[in-house]
């Protein structure tokens, strides 16, 4: 996507992405959580609940229990955040997901578990300079929309 931007072919991109690029107009930090099910032991290997093959959040899990030497398996994946978070109150696995997204179901998972913090993550606008009255006010409410969201 960010390459379709920069190709001109896009005047806006609200865009999720670690670190933040020279030329995005605002970005805004995106906390990660893992998680398991409040009700269901975790076993080994690790069952992950994942995102498809390409997605940020799979690749980072991955890596971080690889470097930590867990083993791991995937139990389940799927495209939906909603089914992912179900999945894992299903007691189907661990995953990583937005902070913001943890629900009661869900156990947060820390470095006591083996679970190492991932950061870095960022919610990234890009916009063009010359935008019509249209497109500055789509940019305005997202960029406001993402101020409250970190707020919080």
């Known amino acids: 996507m960010r390459k379709r931007y920069r190709d001109g072919e896009l005047d806006l991109l609200l865009v ?35 995102f498809p093959v390409g997605a940020l959040y799979r690749q980072e899990m991955i890596h971080a229990l690889e470097a930590a030497g867990r083993p791991w398996r995937i139990s389940y994946s799927s495209t939906s955040l909603a089914s992912i978070s179900a999945a894992v109150s299903a007691g189907l696995g661990v995953s990583l997901i937005p902070a913001r997204s943890v629900e009661p179901s ?12 991932i950061a870095g993550l960022t919610l990234a606008l890009y916009a063009r300079l010359a935008l019509d009255a249209d497109g500055a006010a789509l940019r305005d409410s997202l960029e406001a929309l993402c101020e409250r969201r970190a707020a919080h």
Do not use: M
């Not at 020279?22 to 975790?42: F, N």
């Not at 869900?106 to 913090?117: D, S």
């Open 16 to 50: 999720k992405q670690w670190g933040a690029d020279s030329d995005c107009h605002a970005y805004w930090p995106e906390p990660l959580a893992w998680v398991s099910s409040a009700r269901h032991p975790i076993t080994d290997p690790v069952p992950l609940v994942v």
């Open 106 to 117: 869900h156990r947060v998972l820390g470095v006591n578990e083996g679970f190492a913090p």
